[in-house]
């Protein structure tokens, strides 16, 4: 039944990618002027254009580019960068771990302080344990996560000295470290994320305590514990999942600039130099890549939908 | 629209967000006035200051006033927020309205597009724009302006969607508007608030973006004042001159608040929102009357599993106390269902909720007692009552599709209510128990059935389950809220027919709370009459329709459709339940009453021989006369 599900969904998914992968491409055109023409900037000379785009292979019709990309992505070839002519594939490769990580230690803290700090103040309405959350979740949904990522930085590692300034080990090297490396990019970048989870789950978790089925529940002696740990939170579960796989993929960008505040080496530092000088492949293959992360996230999000919520399933 | 601002200005943080944003405002305005320095003249001989005299929020590394620049940063802050809301809001309505509203293919392309959306987060998606058009402020707008058109579209959408099904288009369409017309006059006011709240929202959201592009060196030129900007030259400098970071970054961090705050009290005034205040005060438990408080020669016999005395239940409300129970008094033996008969608001639910201590948050009994099997119920605790709820006495809800958890099984459901009074049964047991259990309740095949979800079942299936949830401890007591209101007519006789069968099989004491006296006709044995939280007449169900004795009682059962119809129409009663807080000195009923007289308002009637009326001699004389009519029927 699960697999009809997942099936189900891959079928929805093919259009989307198609349409993504068409839009990436498409980025490259969208430079005004020549690409070329910007590569070379004040240099430029129209034999130097012309040269450089034959190079890059821009001098060939548009459908023939889009074929090749096309079947290069479906080869997993994402082409070459336009600086250094490295292959685009090996630059995400290299750089992938650290993000990886940091996306998941970021959601580790948004799912768990996140939920636990939206079950904890429903259950305490009105108390002095919502007004506390309520007041946390506002700010961490302002405060700019670089600066939070920089406050954190300089009390516990510089003032403080409890955790390493450097924040990236790698884990074969040394796996105390890198642990311990992770633990404040992963509280900055998913400190927003926690916030929003938090205001949604406390917000199910009260719409769930205040449905009819728990004064069933009542009303035949279950204790409050039982209703609350087995009951009013699985309910509570299918609006906080729709929230938690939102954030997850607003989380994936966020991790991009909380590695520059930890100068962690991930993919993100590579993404903003090639937007910085324009480097459209690895900007292309990039995006590409987490757009389908961010595909795969929803994906994942409706399969635990179906599980939680019997009444999403196929029937 | 006046009301709502005044509305809003009433909520303490709505009112001080308001006022920073206008701040804020009136700052970008006034910039070049109120900074004291000119935000670009750099001095080095006083970079990396403190605050100072005249420096008051110090210097940056080129020895420029923070303060200043500050001051010009709001500027930036305001031209970026609204600039990028407004674009968005400009590209994505329109669009938004049209697939909304035209559907079809429109639509359809929309929709992939936001598909496509929806795969590239916001950043990333700005990352990709900047990288194609360049670096600087514009651009990160445009990229962020894009983003938020989107969601502006896909909430436009839905809310045209929602506005089209209403019939008012319909009839404006049939009237002979035009297409724009209808978009524009019609749906547009309508989707404001929603728009408003989300643009709020946003202006929050293009400062944060704006900071983190600038921090990633791909927004402002490092040299103007922004302060995103300044946030992200300062942090480079931040060991030097730890203040520097906290002006810029305190600056965003309580914009944004500011907005947020805003934008959530527009939404829950819109929303008619108080929803979130629980009343913290409990009603005042009053000194218990002596008439109340039974006495030991009156005390509970085996025979009368519930009994009832002097029950009054209130809420706190906005000028005091409102009780909603007024001294209830009511006695049910074994095997004896009792009809506990009302208008909406006449208090019986809450008499039927008091007896198991489910109360809704805030009420409270503030008088009387309540027995169930000899033992008092008024003021146990919550453990001490839930070893009462299911195994003494239960309730069945009105609303047999929302009273079982939409994601558990049947099986889980009725084995929890199982459990809860046998902690050592075996899980085999429990199976066993819980199939014996819908085999009681009459569902077919129900070893297959315990693996279904509730959505699985027709309403009176469900309700049957609901019905096993409550008796699965064998309860003394079974409290029904209006078990068949929500089923269909031939439905709610099954259950009817049910109820009355395992009253008779197990013994049990039914409470049959119902609006319908046709429910209490058909399977009640008595009936107490409930009117503006007091019991007016109690009687054995025969006597009650044979000859009524109080004046409510006689409109109610003039009021039953007999189905015979020798009216034109259905009588109704005139007036209505009068709200607890507006009750009349004397009867309660007398606003309402055909044969009141001034000696009614003087003083309340106190309930006597089973019937709560001065004049229920008259009504005896009426009653005889509506006896007649019915037999006439039968």
Same mark, same amino acid.
Request: glycine letters at 10%; aromatic letters at 6%.
């Given at each position: 039944?699960?697999?009809?599900?997942?099936?189900?969904?891959?079928?929805?998914?093919?259009?989307?990618?198609?349409?993504?992968?068409?839009? @990436?491409?498409?980025?490259?055109?969208?430079?005004?002027?020549?690409?070329?023409?910007?590569?070379?900037?004040?240099?430029?000379?129209?034999?130097?254009?012309?040269?450089?785009?034959? !190079?890059?292979?821009? $001098? !060939?019709?548009?459908?023939?580019?889009?074929?090749?990309?096309?079947?290069?992505?479906?080869?997993?070839?994402?082409?070459?960068?336009?600086?250094?002519? =490295?292959?685009?594939? $090996?630059?995400?490769?290299?750089?992938?771990?650290?993000? @990886?990580?940091? &996306?998941?230690?970021?959601?580790?803290?948004?799912?768990?302080?996140?939920?636990?700090?939206?079950?904890?103040?429903?259950?305490?309405?009105?108390?002095?344990? $919502?007004? @506390?959350?309520?007041?946390?979740?506002?700010?961490? &949904?302002?405060?700019?996560?670089?600066?939070?990522?920089?406050?954190?930085?300089?009390?516990?590692?510089?003032?403080?000295?409890?955790?390493?300034?450097?924040?990236?080990?790698?884990?074969?090297?040394?796996?105390?470290?890198?642990? =311990?490396?992770?633990?404040?990019?992963?509280?900055?970048?998913?400190?927003?994320?926690?916030?929003?989870?938090?205001?949604?789950? =406390?917000?199910?978790?009260?719409?769930?305590?205040?449905?009819?089925?728990?004064?069933?529940?009542?009303?035949?002696?279950?204790?409050?514990?039982?209703?609350?740990?087995?009951?009013?939170?699985?309910?509570?579960?299918?609006?906080?999942?729709?929230?938690?796989?939102?954030?997850?993929?607003?989380?994936?960008?966020?991790?991009?600039?909380?590695?520059?505040?930890?100068?962690?080496?991930?993919?993100?530092?590579?993404?903003?130099?090639?937007?910085?000088?324009?480097?459209?492949?690895?900007?292309?293959? &990039?995006?590409?890549?987490?757009?389908?992360?961010?595909? @795969?996230?929803?994906?994942?999000? $409706?399969?635990?939908?179906?599980?939680?919520?019997?009444?999403?399933?196929?029937? | 629209?006046?009301?709502?601002?005044?509305?809003?200005?009433?909520?303490?943080?709505?009112?001080?967000?308001?006022?920073?944003?206008?701040?804020?405002?009136?700052?970008?305005?006034?910039?070049?006035?109120?900074?004291?320095?000119?935000?670009?003249?750099?001095?080095?001989?006083?970079?990396?200051?403190?605050?100072?005299?005249?420096?008051?929020?110090?210097?940056?590394?080129?020895?420029?006033?923070?303060?200043?620049?500050?001051?010009?940063?709001?500027?930036?802050?305001?031209?970026?927020?609204?600039?990028?809301? *407004?674009?968005?809001?400009?590209?994505?309505?329109?669009?938004?309205?049209?697939?909304?509203?035209? *559907?079809?293919?429109?639509?359809?392309?929309?929709?992939?597009?936001?598909?496509?959306?929806?795969?590239?987060?916001?950043?990333?998606?700005?990352?990709?724009?900047?990288?194609?058009?360049?670096?600087?402020?514009?651009?990160?707008?445009?990229?962020?302006?894009?983003?938020? *058109?989107?969601?502006?579209?896909?909430?436009?959408?839905?809310?045209?969607?929602?506005?089209?099904?209403?019939?008012?288009?319909?009839?404006?369409?049939?009237?002979?508007?035009?297409?724009?017309?209808?978009?524009?006059?019609?749906?547009?006011?309508?989707?404001?608030?929603?728009?408003?709240?989300?643009?709020?929202?946003?202006?929050?959201?293009?400062?944060?973006?704006?900071?983190?592009? *600038?921090?990633?060196?791909?927004?402002?030129?490092?040299?103007?004042?922004?302060?995103?900007?300044?946030?992200?030259?300062?942090?480079?400098?931040?060991?030097?001159?730890?203040?520097?970071?906290?002006?810029?970054?305190?600056?965003?961090?309580?914009?944004?608040?500011?907005?947020?705050?805003?934008?959530?009290?527009?939404?829950?005034?819109?929303?008619?929102?108080?929803?979130?205040?629980?009343?913290?005060?409990?009603?005042?438990?009053?000194?218990?009357?002596?008439?109340?408080?039974?006495?030991?020669?009156?005390?509970?016999?085996?025979?009368?599993?519930?009994?009832?005395?002097?029950?009054?239940?209130?809420?706190?409300?906005?000028?005091?106390?409102?009780?909603?129970?007024?001294?209830?008094?009511?006695?049910?033996?074994?095997?004896?269902?009792?009809?506990?008969?009302?208008?909406?608001?006449?208090?019986?639910?809450?008499?039927?909720?008091?007896?198991?201590?489910?109360?809704?948050?805030?009420?409270?009994?503030?008088?009387?007692?309540?027995?169930?099997?000899?033992?008092?119920?008024?003021?146990?605790?919550?453990?001490?009552?839930?070893?009462?709820?299911?195994?003494?006495?239960?309730?069945?809800?009105?609303?047999?599709?929302?009273?079982?958890?939409?994601?558990?099984?049947?099986?889980?459901?009725?084995?929890?209510?199982?459990?809860?009074?046998?902690?050592?049964?075996?899980?085999?047991?429990?199976?066993?128990?819980? %199939?014996?259990?819908?085999?009681?309740?009459?569902?077919?095949?129900?070893?297959?059935?315990?693996?279904?979800?509730?959505?699985?079942?027709?309403?009176?299936?469900?309700?049957?389950?609901?019905?096993?949830?409550?008796?699965?401890?064998?309860?003394?007591?079974?409290?029904?809220?209006?078990?068949?209101?929500?089923?269909?007519?031939?439905?709610?006789?099954?259950?009817?027919?049910?109820?009355?069968?395992?009253?008779?099989?197990?013994?049990?004491?039914? %409470?049959?709370?119902?609006?319908?006296?046709?429910?209490?006709?058909?399977?009640?044995?008595?009936?107490? %009459?409930?009117?503006?939280?007091?019991?007016?007449?109690?009687?054995?169900?025969?006597?009650?329709?044979?000859?009524?004795?109080?004046?409510?009682?006689?409109?109610?059962?003039?009021?039953?459709?007999?189905?015979?119809?020798?009216?034109?129409?259905?009588?109704?009663?005139?007036?209505?339940?009068?709200?607890?807080?507006?009750?009349?000195?004397?009867?309660?009923?007398?606003?309402?009453?055909?044969?009141?007289?001034?000696?009614?308002?003087?003083?309340?009637?106190?309930?006597?021989?089973?019937?709560?009326?001065?004049?229920?001699?008259?009504?005896?004389?009426?009653?005889?006369?509506?006896?007649?009519?019915?037999?006439?029927?039968?």
């Amino acid at each position: 039944m699960l697999g009809r599900l997942v099936g189900l969904r891959l079928l929805g998914v093919v259009p989307q990618l198609a349409l993504v992968s068409a839009l @990436v491409f498409a980025l490259t055109y969208l430079v005004p002027g020549s690409p070329a023409a910007v590569l070379l900037g004040s240099r430029a000379t129209p034999e130097g254009i012309a040269a450089l785009e034959a !190079r890059l292979g821009l $001098d !060939r019709p548009v459908w023939v580019q889009f074929q090749d990309w096309v079947s290069g992505v479906a080869r997993g070839d994402l082409g070459t960068s336009w600086y250094g002519g =490295r292959e685009v594939t $090996d630059v995400i490769g290299q750089h992938l771990l650290p993000t @990886v990580c940091l &996306i998941v230690g970021g959601t580790i803290v948004a799912v768990t302080l996140g939920l636990s700090a939206g079950v904890l103040a429903a259950l305490r309405q009105g108390g002095i344990v $919502d007004r @506390v959350v309520g007041v946390i979740t506002a700010a961490g &949904i302002a405060v700019p996560s670089f600066w939070l990522g920089l406050l954190l930085l300089s009390l516990f590692a510089v003032q403080l000295g409890w955790l390493p300034v450097l924040s990236w080990t790698p884990p074969d090297r040394d796996l105390g470290a890198w642990a =311990r490396g992770l633990v404040l990019p992963s509280l900055a970048a998913g400190a927003a994320g926690a916030a929003i989870i938090a205001r949604h789950s =406390r917000s199910a978790m009260l719409e769930a305590l205040e449905a009819p089925y728990v004064q069933t529940l009542r009303a035949i002696g279950t204790p409050r514990r039982t209703i609350v740990l087995r009951y009013a939170i699985k309910n509570a579960m299918t609006p906080i999942l729709t929230v938690v796989a939102f954030q997850v993929s607003t989380l994936i960008a966020a991790s991009f600039v909380i590695e520059q505040v930890f100068t962690m080496p991930g993919i993100g530092s590579e993404l903003i130099n090639a937007v910085a000088r324009k480097d459209i492949p690895v900007v292309q293959g &990039i995006t590409l890549v987490v757009a389908l992360a961010v595909i @795969v996230i929803y994906l994942v999000a $409706d399969i635990g939908y179906a599980i939680v919520n019997p009444r999403a399933r196929p029937q | 629209m006046k009301r709502v601002v005044l509305q809003l200005l009433r909520r303490p943080a709505t009112a001080t967000a308001a006022g920073f944003v206008l701040a804020i405002g009136v700052i970008a305005v006034l910039a070049p006035a109120l900074a004291p320095y000119d935000p670009l003249t750099q001095d080095y001989a006083r970079t990396l200051e403190g605050p100072s005299a005249d420096h008051l929020l110090g210097t940056d590394y080129l020895g420029r006033d923070v303060l200043s620049r500050l001051v010009f940063g709001a500027r930036v802050a305001a031209q970026a927020s609204l600039q990028t809301v *407004s674009i968005a809001l400009l590209i994505g309505v329109p669009l938004g309205l049209i697939a909304g509203y035209r *559907s079809g293919w429109w639509d359809r392309v929309m929709m992939r597009l936001l598909d496509v959306a929806d795969a590239i987060p916001g950043l990333v998606l700005a990352f990709a724009v900047i990288a194609v058009l360049g670096t600087g402020l514009t651009n990160a707008m445009i990229a962020v302006s894009i983003i938020f *058109s989107m969601n502006f579209m896909r909430l436009s959408r839905a809310l045209a969607l929602g506005e089209r099904e209403r019939l008012y288009v319909d009839a404006a369409r049939t009237s002979g508007l035009t297409q724009r017309n209808i978009l524009l006059r019609q749906i547009l006011p309508n989707m404001a608030a929603p728009l408003i709240v989300q643009s709020t929202i946003f202006m929050g959201t293009a400062l944060l973006i704006e900071a983190a592009l *600038s921090f990633l060196g791909l927004g402002l030129e490092t040299g103007s004042a922004s302060w995103g900007g300044m946030l992200s030259g300062s942090t480079r400098w931040q060991f030097q001159q730890p203040f520097l970071p906290w002006p810029p970054g305190l600056a965003i961090t309580l914009t944004v608040l500011a907005f947020n705050v805003l934008g959530d009290g527009v939404r829950d005034v819109l929303a008619g929102g108080t929803r979130d205040r629980t009343p913290r005060r409990r009603p005042r438990v009053r000194a218990r009357r002596a008439a109340a408080q039974p006495s030991l020669a009156q005390l509970p016999d085996d025979d009368v599993p519930l009994d009832v005395r002097g029950l009054s239940v209130a809420f706190p409300g906005e000028d005091g106390d409102v009780e909603v129970v007024s001294e209830v008094s009511i006695r049910v033996r074994r095997g004896e269902a009792l009809g506990l008969v009302g208008e909406s608001g006449s208090g019986k639910t809450m008499t039927g909720r008091a007896v198991l201590g489910i109360l809704p948050a805030g009420g409270a009994v503030t008088a009387g007692s309540i027995h169930v099997d000899g033992a008092q119920i008024v003021g146990r605790d919550e453990a001490a009552l839930n070893d009462v709820r299911g195994s003494r006495v239960a309730m069945v809800f009105q609303d047999p599709m929302v009273a079982l958890s939409p994601v558990h099984t049947i099986g889980r459901q009725v084995g929890q209510a199982v459990r809860n009074h046998a902690p050592t049964l075996s899980r085999a047991d429990v199976r066993r128990r819980c %199939v014996e259990l819908l085999e009681m309740v009459r569902i077919a095949d129900p070893e297959a059935r315990l693996g279904d979800y509730p959505h699985q079942f027709s309403g009176g299936m469900a309700q049957r389950i609901v019905i096993a949830l409550a008796l699965a401890s064998n309860p003394s007591v079974l409290i029904a809220d209006e078990p068949t209101t929500a089923l269909d007519v031939t439905t709610q006789q099954e259950i009817l027919d049910m109820l009355t069968d395992l009253k008779q099989r197990l013994g049990t004491a039914i %409470v049959l709370i119902t609006h319908d006296l046709g429910v209490v006709a058909d399977a009640c044995d008595r009936a107490a %009459v409930m009117y503006a939280g007091q019991v007016v007449e109690e009687a054995a169900v025969d006597d009650l329709f044979a000859a009524p004795r109080h004046p409510y009682t006689r409109a109610l059962l003039a009021a039953m459709p007999t189905g015979a119809g020798g009216d034109d129409r259905l009588p109704t009663i005139p007036g209505r339940v009068p709200p607890m807080t507006a009750l009349a000195p004397g009867c309660r009923f007398a606003p309402r009453c055909a044969v009141r007289t001034d000696a009614c308002d003087a003083a309340p009637v106190e309930l006597g021989a089973g019937v709560r009326c001065l004049h229920a001699g008259a009504a005896w004389q009426a009653g005889d006369a509506a006896h007649e009519r019915r037999s006439q029927v039968q």
